[in-house]
């Protein structure tokens, strides 16, 4: 039986729920990187990236490929498409998007 639409919606953007998952896919918009450069521009431990970039993988969001001994993540068209969407998006809610910062959400009491 397939999955209703609005469920594999849910579950895209319960993956994609995770800051480290997040700040990769912003990295990967540009082009295509080796591990060492998103770890270096990430400054997580190498084992949480790569956890976090097996799940991305696992869910079809990126790939990666093999080039001698370095490991180079891509990033699919549709995905920085949906990246390109969200920043329109934050950038109408919040002017500091720009910069990469927007505010924390507002908790009414």
């Known amino acids: 039986m397939p999955v209703p639409l609005y469920q594999a919606k849910a579950e895209l953007f319960r993956m994609l729920g995770h800051p480290v998952r997040i700040r990769v896919l912003e990295l990967l918009q540009d082009g295509p990187m080796p591990v060492r450069e998103l770890l270096a521009a990430i400054e997580v431990e190498r084992s949480n990236l790569s956890q976090q970039l097996a ?7 990126v790939t990666s490929n093999r080039e001698k001994d370095t490991v180079v993540y891509s990033l699919s068209a549709d995905v920085a498409d949906l990246m390109r969407a969200s ?3 934050l950038s109408g809610l919040v002017g500091d998007v720009a910069a990469g910062h927007v505010p924390g959400p507002r908790l009414s009491p």
Do not use: E, H, Q
């Open 55 to 61: 799940i991305l993988r696992r869910a079809g969001i």
């Open 87 to 89: 920043r329109r998006v």
